[in-house]
């Protein structure tokens, strides 16, 4: 019988879209005395979307407006949440002014796109403020000058499970996207954390970053190297995101830490180190094994092997450092995706106790 093809996934929409929705339908409100239900924006690449209201409140010198945040079938930690934006007059010439409210964060840190004690309303989402308000302020002869609040409830505690505080972004979550779309599993939004973690920690003047794939690592990382949150880099299975970076950013020093597979899928040259795009190659482990000495069952035993873990009780029962020649191969693959960049490389394997059981430094 035939497989039924898989659904395609529900794209949805960026926190920057929602806040623009939001303050064009507060300031439409403040304007005429009415509130546009559904709101329709442009979007930064061209069309247009609408938004239905999920909250609106109409004051004499200030409208607000909230929608919900739909972002369609990917797991994002702001699914769901209401973006609310209140606009009120400002003073005369002085266009559009941005807030943080409730729950939206503030820079404190140097390296992001915008500067320490700015709300964390990132520039492509201000522009989309911006031009909404303009277009609405044109159509009814108005000059536009507003101030504009976005605040999103339960912010603070949601912006505890992203990278925020570790970017120096405190007391809530940002306002981001480029195109006000969020494309289903995309790993841009990693990517792009990784990139502004790199500025954040290259504006601190880190001499040394810290990357790890996932939590045990990043504990012996930060053990090892007694590293301050803003030089770690959550890299998760992006090696390849993080290392094309840092060509043209680089730092002094960058340590990679992981466990033995996804180490092992470095070393083999892949730069996504994800389950379900790469894949640990066990004659290439059985292959290292021998070259360190293993004997011909202990490297059929290993081209066998259901899991790379196994591979590494083999080779440490055998008295052969696999850890520490998987930790070499995935320096070498660092380094020739660094190509020129002035970067000194160290790489570490931990085990799944979190122990680092091999380290290569060049």
């Known amino acids: 019988m035939a497989l039924s093809p898989k659904p395609a996934l529900r794209r ?16 439409a ?49 702001t699914h769901g949440a209401l973006i609310i934006a209140r606009v009120s007059p400002g003073a005369p010439g002085t266009g559009v002014t941005f807030l943080a409210g409730d729950g939206v964060g503030t820079v404190t840190k140097p390296g992001l796109p ?34 504009v609040e976005i605040s999103i409830p339960g912010g603070a505690d949601l912006a505890a499970r992203t990278w925020n505080p570790r970017l120096g972004i405190i007391g809530g979550l940002s306002i981001l996207g480029t195109t006000g779309i969020v494309t289903p599993y995309s790993c841009a939004a990693w990517i792009s954390s990784i990139r502004s973690g790199v500025d954040v ?17 990043e504990a012996a990382l930060e053990r090892a190297f007694a590293l301050d949150p803003t030089s770690l880099i959550d890299m998760g ?9 840092l060509r043209r950013h680089p730092v002094p020093h960058l340590v990679i830490a992981g466990g033995f597979a ?32 293993g004997d011909p069952v202990t490297c059929a035993r290993a081209r066998t092997a259901n899991t790379a873990n196994e591979v590494l009780k083999l080779g440490t029962e055998s008295g052969l450092d696999i ?28 085990d799944r106790a979190g122990a680092i059981v091999g380290r290569a430094d060049g």
């Open 323 to 350: 850890a520490g020649a998987v930790a070499a191969a995935a320096r070498a693959s660092a380094r020739a995706t660094l190509r020129a960049a002035p970067v000194r490389v160290t790489t570490l394997v931990v």
């Open 201 to 217: 920690a290259r504006a601190a003047g880190a001499g040394l970053i810290g990357a790890a794939t996932g939590t045990t690592s």
């Open 237 to 245: 299975d992006f090696a390849g995101g993080l290392l094309k970076y």
């Open 114 to 147: 915008l500067a320490p004690g700015e709300p964390a309303i990132n520039p492509v989402p201000r522009r989309m403020i911006a031009a909404a308000i303009a277009g609405i302020a044109a159509a009814h002869h108005q000059p536009g000058d507003v101030v």
């Open 262 to 293: 996804k180490m092992a899928k470095l070393g083999q040259g892949f730069l996504d180190l994800h389950s379900g795009r790469s894949a640990v190659d066990f004659v290439w482990l059985a292959d290292k094994l021998a070259v360190l000495g």
């Open 29 to 77: 409100a403040l304007v005429t005395g009415e509130f546009p239900d559904p709101v329709t924006i442009r979007l930064p690449r061209g069309g247009e979307a609408s938004f239905a209201l999920a909250f609106e409140g109409l004051g004499a010198r200030e409208a607000r407006a909230g929608i919900i945040k739909d972002a369609g079938d990917d797991p994002d930690v």
């Open 12 to 27: 949805g929409w960026t926190t920057g879209a929602c806040a623009t929705a939001a303050a064009g339908a507060a300031y």
